[in-house]
């Protein structure tokens, strides 16, 4: 099980912008996309993406940017993961929306998947964005 690259560089994105919280006001992607490394169109598009989902505020025009729209702590790796990647499935039994599994209606480990995919996001949720800026100083 991998995170994909969006995921992990929103991940880098929002770490950043959470170093930066309750200081200069907004951020911009140019400064964003220099100081964490990151491509600008990429940042751009994470921007567009995490704003979607309602993890920042973006103002366009003098004086924009964007910004977290509510305290890091607040903020968990799975809110990240959740709005790059979608609902965390570990298996498509556990996806609401797929049912592509060929053997789903005679599997024996399928009602233990709910469990395993929850201890999942359990422990993605129990991870902040504060804890994820603190972290990254250490």
């Given at each position: 099980?991998?995170?994909?690259?969006?995921?992990?560089?929103?991940?880098?994105?929002?770490?950043?912008?959470?170093?930066?919280?309750?200081?200069?006001?907004?951020?911009?992607?140019?400064?964003?996309?220099?100081?964490?490394?990151?491509?600008?169109?990429?940042?751009?598009?994470?921007?567009?993406?995490?704003?979607?989902?309602?993890?920042?505020?973006?103002?366009?025009?003098?004086?924009?940017?964007?910004?977290?729209?509510?305290?890091?702590?607040?903020?968990?790796?799975?809110?990240?993961?959740?709005?790059?990647?979608?609902?965390?499935?570990?298996?498509?039994?556990?996806?609401?929306?797929?049912?592509?599994?060929?053997?789903?209606?005679?599997?024996?480990?399928?009602?233990?998947?709910?469990?395993?995919?929850?201890?999942?996001?359990?422990?993605?949720?129990?991870?902040?964005?504060?804890?994820?800026?603190?972290a990254e100083h250490a």
């Amino acid at each position: 099980m991998k995170l994909s690259s969006l995921a992990d560089y929103a991940v880098v994105m929002m770490s950043a912008a959470a170093r930066h919280c309750g200081g200069i006001g907004r951020l911009n992607a140019t400064s964003l996309a220099e100081e964490t490394g990151l491509p600008l169109p990429t940042v751009q598009k994470l921007v567009s993406k995490l704003s979607a989902a309602g993890l920042i505020e973006s103002q366009r025009g003098t004086g924009g940017g964007f910004r977290l729209s509510r305290p890091p702590a607040t903020i968990s790796l799975a809110d990240i993961v959740e709005a790059i990647e979608g609902p965390i499935a570990m298996t498509a039994c556990v996806d609401h929306g797929a049912h592509d599994c060929c053997v789903e209606e005679s599997c024996k480990v399928r009602p233990h998947w709910n469990a395993v995919n929850g201890a999942v996001r359990g422990a993605l949720a129990g991870v902040s964005l504060a804890n994820l800026a603190v972290a990254e100083h250490a």
